[in-house]
């Protein structure tokens, strides 16, 4: 019955620490990790019920060592199963598809090593307040604790068992710190665990072993500690869709090609010819500035979700020019970022915003992207003024025999 909730928490819980559309496997593992966070809880409470059953039926009777730490140790091996059956749960779904990356052990190692940690205080808490409403104190506590401790100090969120930041499928996650971070996690448990044994068994032998597991946490939580919070990008091999422009993205996220495609060709179309001019879209993370080749761009994808296509063209056209902060600039460069992302020009709040609105309506296609490769600089640097629209001399057929052109007011 335990394994059971705990399977159907830790796939419930997993599933929305997904990253939609992610198709890569260290996207997995920081689901399963992620579902730590009800699992845990529950293990924690589960832990402890089960202590507070034995603590009953035994009362003063004197343990040997093994008897005493044999039912944590059963506990753990039960909650250890949940949590691979969670896991098996969602690799059988991505073995359907290819993967990018590569599944981490020392990553699954530690989502374990987080779970010894909400039995072993679940197990202490039970032995040591055997009351009935002590189960759902340890699972309520552990949850609060650990949540606390996330949102806390920026030290904090590293001694939990959590992975430290959203998950970015450029930067990966770092080996080192998971390995780390399982050293701290299998210290403490087994301090505590040990701890409370060497009190039950009064055995110095088990207080020599409690004190190792001791200084095997510290170690952990010096090497976590002295680690670089974040984690540079690494390198990728994109996949790339060639038609009907080149869109690259990280090998988990290729599944989006056709989409991103779609909702920047006619952005590339509109821009051919001005500054603004691009031959190839590559993702990238944010905050982060990387050298990119002649004709390339950057987008920033997060994930896969509904409507994720527009919401990378949307951010890109935004880009391209700086906010206005409320000035009457901030109008013109409005209807330009409209007619770009092919949406009904706005009229703006002044009435010399509606009058270039309606002017720039009545342009083509050609003729407006012929006046962007005019005003280009005013547009990223947010100096259109109403003089930009209207009685302009916008070339529009540059192959006209003669050299016509016309004339739009």
């Given at each position: ?38 699992t ?77 940690l ?95 597991a ?83 761009v ?11 296509a ?22 013109y ?52 003024q109403s ?12 192959d ?10």
């Amino acid at each position: 019955m335990a394994v059971a909730v705990l399977l159907v928490l830790g796939v419930v819980a997993a599933w929305s620490v997904l990253i939609p559309g992610v198709s890569a496997w260290e996207n997995i593992i920081v689901a399963v990790i992620g579902s730590l966070r009800l699992t845990g809880p529950v293990a924690a409470a589960f832990a402890a019920w089960v202590a507070v059953s034995r603590r009953r039926g035994t009362g003063r009777q004197s343990l040997t060592t093994w008897q005493a730490v044999r039912a944590p140790l059963a506990i753990l091996v039960v909650v250890g199963g949940a949590f691979t059956a969670t896991l098996l749960v969602l690799a059988v779904r991505t073995m359907l598809t290819e993967q990018a990356g590569r599944l981490l052990p020392s990553g699954l190692v530690m989502g374990v090593a987080g779970l010894a940690l909400y039995v072993a205080i679940g197990w202490v808490t039970g032995w040591l307040l055997p009351w009935t409403i002590t189960p759902m104190l340890a699972g309520l506590g552990c949850y609060g604790l650990f949540a606390w401790m996330a949102q806390g100090a920026t030290w904090a969120d590293r001694l939990i068992p959590a992975t430290r930041e959203p998950y970015d499928p450029f930067r990966g996650l770092s080996t080192a710190a998971l390995t780390d971070q399982t050293l701290w996690l299998l210290g403490i448990s087994a301090a505590l665990l040990l701890g409370w044994a060497a009190v039950v068994t009064r055995q110095a032998l088990v207080l020599a072993a409690a004190l190792l597991a001791v200084l095997a946490a510290g170690t952990g939580v010096a090497r976590l500690l002295t680690e670089p919070r974040t984690i540079s990008a690494q390198r990728v091999v994109y996949s790339c869709q060639e038609w009907p422009i080149m869109v690259c993205v990280h090998p988990g996220m290729r599944t989006g090609l056709p989409e991103l495609g779609s909702a920047f060709v006619k952005i590339a179309s509109r821009l051919a010819g001005t500054p603004g001019e691009f031959s190839r879209l590559e993702q990238h993370p944010r905050r982060e500035d990387i050298p990119l080749a002649p004709g390339a761009v950057p987008i920033h994808v997060d994930d896969l979700a509904a409507g994720f296509a527009d919401e990378a063209a949307e951010e890109f056209v935004e880009s391209l020019a700086q906010e206005c902060d409320g000035t009457p600039a901030g109008g013109y460069r409005d209807i330009v970022v409209a007619w770009l992302r092919g949406k009904p020009l706005p009229s703006g709040p002044l009435p010399e915003h509606q009058y270039a609105a309606a002017w720039f309506s009545g342009l083509t296609d050609a003729q407006r992207r012929d006046w962007l490769r005019l005003y280009y600089s005013d547009f990223a640097g947010c100096r259109l003024q109403s003089t930009h629209f209207g009685g302009q001399v916008v070339d529009v057929d540059r192959d006209r025999p003669g050299g016509e052109r016309d004339v739009l007011t």
